[in-house]
C-alpha cells in the first residue's frame, strides 16, 4: 500500500480517500441539508449528526452495546412490514404467539408504533437537535442517510417520533 501511495499519489487517494473531518462535511452541505451517519461498529452503535451550520453544530452519539438491541428491533419492525417475507412462523412468534397461526390471525395485528419509537429514540433522538433550526441555522429540509448494520435493512421513515400513546388520534 505505501508504495502504490508513494508512486500513485492521485489513484491512492481515489482508491483509499481520507475521512472527511467534521468541517469538510458541514462544507460539503448546502444550505437546508444534513447529514445522519449511523453505523455498527463491532457491539457498538456510532450516531453522527451534522447540517450545514456557521458554528459547526453535530452532535455524536455512542449506544455501548447496542448492535444487538437495534437488530432485534429491526427485524421485528420488519416483520411487522411484511410477515410473508418474514416468515409468517416468525413474525407471529414476534408478536408473542407460537407460529404456525393462519395468515388471517396475522392481519389482525398492527403495526408496532412503540417498538418504532423506540428504534428512533435509541438511534435518532440524542443527535436530532442538531436538525431543528435555530439562530445561525435554518430548518434541514433534505437529510441524507448513511447506514450501516441491522438498521440499513429498515427504512427510517418507519421510526416514530413519539411512542403510541402520545400520537394524536
Given at each position: ?30 444550505e437546508g441539508e444534513g447529514l445522519l451517519t449511523i453505523l455498527t461498529v463491532g457491539e457498538d452503535v456510532y450516531v453522527f449528526a451534522a447540517q450545514h451550520d456557521p ?83 435554518g430548518r434541514v429540509e433534505k437529510l441524507y442517510v448513511v447506514t450501516s448494520g ?20
Amino acid at each position: 500500500a505505501q508504495q502504490i501511495e508513494d508512486e500513485f499519489p492521485a489513484y491512492y487517494d481515489f482508491a483509499a480517500p481520507a475521512p472527511l473531518t467534521h468541517n469538510e462535511v458541514e462544507a460539503a452541505l448546502d444550505e437546508g441539508e444534513g447529514l445522519l451517519t449511523i453505523l455498527t461498529v463491532g457491539e457498538d452503535v456510532y450516531v453522527f449528526a451534522a447540517q450545514h451550520d456557521p458554528i459547526g453544530e453535530r452532535a455524536w452519539h455512542r449506544i455501548e452495546g447496542g448492535a444487538e438491541d437495534v437488530e432485534i428491533l429491526v427485524e421485528f419492525l420488519r416483520c411487522d412490514l411484511d410477515p410473508i417475507e418474514c416468515g409468517l412462523n416468525a413474525a407471529v412468534q414476534t408478536r408473542g404467539g407460537s407460529g404456525g397461526e393462519a395468515f388471517e390471525d396475522w392481519e389482525g395485528y398492527a403495526f408496532n408504533r412503540n417498538a418504532a419509537f423506540e428504534l428512533y429514540d435509541m438511534l435518532i433522538a440524542p443527535v436530532a437537535h442538531v436538525f431543528e433550526p435555530g439562530r445561525f441555522n435554518g430548518r434541514v429540509e433534505k437529510l441524507y442517510v448513511v447506514t450501516s448494520g441491522a438498521i440499513s435493512a429498515l427504512p427510517l421513515s418507519v421510526c416514530q417520533i413519539r411512542p403510541r400513546a402520545a400520537l394524536p388520534r
